[in-house]
């Protein structure tokens, strides 16, 4: 592998030059020997993207003595695989979908394991089954078939959307009840967890945990459920409302990710130097989630208010990867001209999108004043999540209406007034119901087994 390729590198700054019609990224480099030939270096680029993502700065959490554990502590997304984690005294903290796929497993190996909850989540399960041979040479060898199983199951996401879009909606029962029978039928030697463990806030308003053995896990012998409040940390373990401290050799942090900061810890500066911190003192927001305001030459994927409850995030992804691409290959098609171009949102239509899109969210489950989430902001402004479904968002994206942005730029003159760039999008849900598709399928069937029997007779006559 070249060396270059293997450098630890990260993006430290970006700022706009308005007199250069540029980007300047400041890299970071750090390694063993890399850094003893530079420590930084900056890029130019005429457009930049920003790929890093609603999840990827951990959040440790605010509790006095944090540092001053002697014993090992690790953050979920900072892993020790070196560890051993047989026989030892360990806490987690947090118990939310890192802390449930990670209680099950740790359980299994711990002298004893506690789990500190703050608020409980709604649990559903996981719904795997085993593929048969025969599914699997069927989903090989018949692509219609493979392509159905494919758009049912968008269908079926799309159709979850009702526990976001109505808390008390016939599908939001439907989570009270999986959550209700799960605790009765896996803890049914521990009945004094289930009021612990039942949410008092609507279904979606927090990630929904898709497990089948984290209840299980809470019912072991070596495992206990602690719901009163932390106070502080010490050099031992953890001290609990009441004075009761708990020993610990391991306490691990499954406290999530810093979320609604969305670029950080990435210092950017856009036109006239405005730096993002300003532009989002309010809460984060952008054009469609891909463009923001004031940040030429700018796109992200997966910002704000594009987190979904409900389906894939890669289905959101692909769509803002044909916008971006529509918006970059403008930007560098006038570079290839010798001249330039810069793109940025029209405050007007970001702020009119924002505006309703809030509205939307005021009125679903993510809204619900009895949850706090890592999909809003201390004052209750939902930044992280999508209003609608999948392919309300795909539609939006379908079209690039350029009368939505601000084009200057000695190229400026190559978008037509009212200019619309059709990107169209992928059609994974169903187009005809079940029933169509059967006769379809059968009367495809019967035009074959006439071809067959036609031939058959004229094989027969030779």
Not at 161 to 186: C, F, N
Not at 338 to 359: D, F, R, S
Not at 367 to 392: F, H, L, M, P, R
Request: glycine residues 6%; aromatic residues 10%; positive net charge.
């Amino acid at each position: 592998m070249d060396a270059a390729v293997s450098r630890p590198r990260r993006a430290a700054a970006a700022r706009w030059s308005d007199e250069d019609k540029k980007w300047k990224v400041s890299v970071k480099v750090s390694g063993d020997k890399d850094d003893q030939f530079t420590r930084s270096y900056t890029l130019s680029t005429d457009f930049l993207i920003s790929a890093v993502g609603q999840l990827n700065f951990p959040r440790e959490p605010n509790i006095p003595g944090l540092k001053e554990f002697r014993g090992k502590m690790m953050h979920s997304a900072r892993w020790d695989w070196t560890y051993n984690f047989e026989n030892k005294r360990i806490a987690i903290i947090g118990n939310g979908a890192t802390a449930a796929q990670i209680v099950p497993e740790v359980a299994k190996v711990a002298s004893h394991l506690t789990v500190y909850q703050r608020t409980p989540n709604w649990v559903i399960p996981r719904f795997d089954s085993a593929i048969s041979p025969l599914e699997q040479a069927m989903l090989t060898y018949f692509p219609p078939l493979r392509i159905r199983k494919r758009s049912l199951t968008m269908d079926f996401r799309e159709d979850f959307h009702e526990v976001v879009r109505d808390p008390q909606s016939k599908a939001a029962e439907l989570i009270r009840g999986m959550t209700e029978q799960a605790l009765r039928t896996q803890l049914t030697n521990k009945p004094e967890l289930w009021d612990k463990l039942t949410p008092k806030y609507a279904p979606g308003c927090k990630r929904l945990i898709l497990t089948d053995d984290y209840y299980p896990a809470l019912g072991r012998e070596n495992v206990d459920l602690e719901t009163r409040r932390i106070l502080r940390v010490t050099g031992a373990g953890i001290v609990v409302e009441g004075g009761v401290q708990q020993e610990y050799d391991l306490i691990i942090l499954a406290t999530g990710f810093k979320t609604v900061e969305f670029m950080c810890p990435i210092e950017v500066h856009g036109a006239k130097g405005r730096p993002l911190s300003d532009i989002w003192k309010d809460g984060a927001s952008a054009y469609h989630g891909v463009t923001v305001e004031d940040l030429p030459n700018f796109g992200m994927f997966y910002g704000p208010n594009t987190n979904l409850g409900h389906s894939s995030i890669i289905l959101m992804i692909e769509a803002q990867s044909r916008y971006l691409n529509a918006l970059a290959a403008r930007v560098l098609k006038a570079r290839t001209q010798g001249k330039t171009l810069v793109i940025k949102p029209n405050v007007g239509a970001l702020q009119k999108y924002n505006m309703e899109l809030q509205e939307a969210l005021a009125r679903s489950s993510f809204a619900d004043a009895n949850c706090s989430s890592w999909y809003k902001t201390e004052d209750g402004k939902i930044t992280n999540n999508w209003s609608g479904t999948v392919v309300d968002y795909q539609r939006n994206l379908s079209q690039l209406r350029w009368v939505d942005y601000v084009v200057e730029g000695s190229a400026k003159d190559t978008v037509k007034p009212g200019e619309v760039t059709n990107l169209g999008r992928v059609h994974e849900e169903t187009y005809i119901n079940n029933r169509s598709l059967a006769l379809t399928a059968a009367s495809m069937l019967a035009v074959a087994g006439g071809v067959f029997l036609r031939w058959s007779n004229v094989l027969r006559t030779r």
